[in-house]
């Protein structure tokens, strides 16, 4: 069967969400060791390997014909595939895709960002916890913020149209840096993102020492004059704030706050190729099996929609309920 592309988002869910935004992992390895996520790095398990590129193809036009138009490539670290140039193009070039964006730790931009980009990359996120570079080394256990901030510049040297940066808020680590973010953002048009650190399986006393509330951000930077934006549709899950004498912008994005889950518009797929609601769901459904032979696309889009009947109104995290995930590199946040 050959279905036609959706001119709009048909996955809808129980409460009226729609999903046209798919977070894609490529890998659960990553080559950091970020004190909030894999303090003792990636160690692989050994099991099966990781969804290889046809097997994304067919993924993705499935969600595509769907509705979705939004593809994020996250990991892990995606930059250690291989094959992403391949990817990228396999997925930039599925009818109906019109944005494809990746994370990474932007190691390796400075080698191999233009070759993303005339793959069909359309949006860039670099996660970057601390504009100091003995902190950012403290943080991930790896000294390459310069090849990052190299990385940076190429991106906006090539006119990629999204370029943003995440950093982990983190009491006591990197939570008085904002004041230098701002001035960092004046001149450059990128977008910060502050996320507030979340609970996983497995660093609950972490989080007791380091979480703080993403309204401490909010209050400094309303205090400063900055300003709410409108969001988009298909954006991610960040309150944008723009400041008339800023070129950049600073997202937030709060998962603890009362009405985070009200605005979800993203599924997530694991790098072996289970479907998951919720960062914090507590079950994923395979989808590999349907993902072998075009003759299974039927049934792969049966189980795609039939599936989000099944999803919640809202995260556990309150609760100290956080799921399947042990920590965020296993499915790319």
């Known amino acids: 069967m050959t279905a036609a592309v959706s001119t709009g988002p048909l996955l809808a869910d129980g409460f009226g969400r729609r999903f046209p935004y798919l977070r894609l992992s490529l890998t659960e390895a990553c080559n950091f060791s970020c004190s909030y996520c ?3 790095g990636y160690q692989a398990d050994g099991r099966p390997r990781f969804l290889e590129v046809d097997e994304i193809g067919r993924l993705v036009r499935a969600f595509a014909t769907l509705g979705m138009h939004k593809i994020r490539l996250t990991g892990g670290e995606p930059s250690l595939r291989r094959d992403l140039d391949q990817i990228i193009e396999r997925v930039a070039g599925t009818p109906g895709i019109r944005k494809v964006a990746i994370t990474t730790n932007g190691t390796l931009l400075p080698r191999r960002l233009p070759g993303w980009h005339r793959a069909g990359l359309t949006a860039l996120n670099v996660s970057m916890d601390s504009l100091r570079r003995e902190r950012f080394h403290a943080i991930t256990g790896h000294d390459r913020l310069p090849e990052i901030l190299e990385g940076l510049e190429l991106a906006q040297a090539i006119g990629l149209p999204s370029v943003k940066l995440n950093a982990v808020l983190l009491r006591g680590l990197n939570d ?4 230098a973010w701002m001035e960092f953002l004046r ?9 507030e650190l979340m609970r996983t399986g497995d660093n609950a006393d972490y989080f007791q020492r380091h979480h703080l509330s993403a309204s401490t951000v909010v209050e400094q930077l309303l205090a400063a004059g900055w300003r ?10 960040a309150r944008e704030y723009t400041h008339p004498a800023h070129r950049g912008s600073i997202g937030v994005i709060a998962p603890y706050s009362q009405d985070f889950c009200q605005g979800c518009n993203r599924l997530r797929v ?24 075009d003759d299974d696309r039927d049934a792969l889009l049966a189980r795609i929609t039939t599936q989000l ?7 556990g995290l309150h609760q100290g309920r956080t799921g399947l995930t042990p920590n965020l590199a296993s499915i790319g946040g």
Do not use: M, N, W, Y
Not at 187 to 195: A, N, T, W, Y
């Open 38 to 40: 894999l303090p003792d």
């Open 176 to 179: 008085d840096e904002l004041p």
């Open 187 to 195: 001149e450059r048009p990128l977008s910060v993102r502050f996320i």
């Open 228 to 237: 709410l934006r409108p969001r988009a549709a298909d954006a991610g899950p």
């Open 270 to 293: 694991t790098a072996r190729g289970d479907l998951r609601l919720c960062l914090f769901g507590e079950f994923g459904v395979p989808l590999r099996p349907l993902l072998q032979h």
């Open 309 to 315: 009947g099944l999803k919640a109104a809202g995260h």
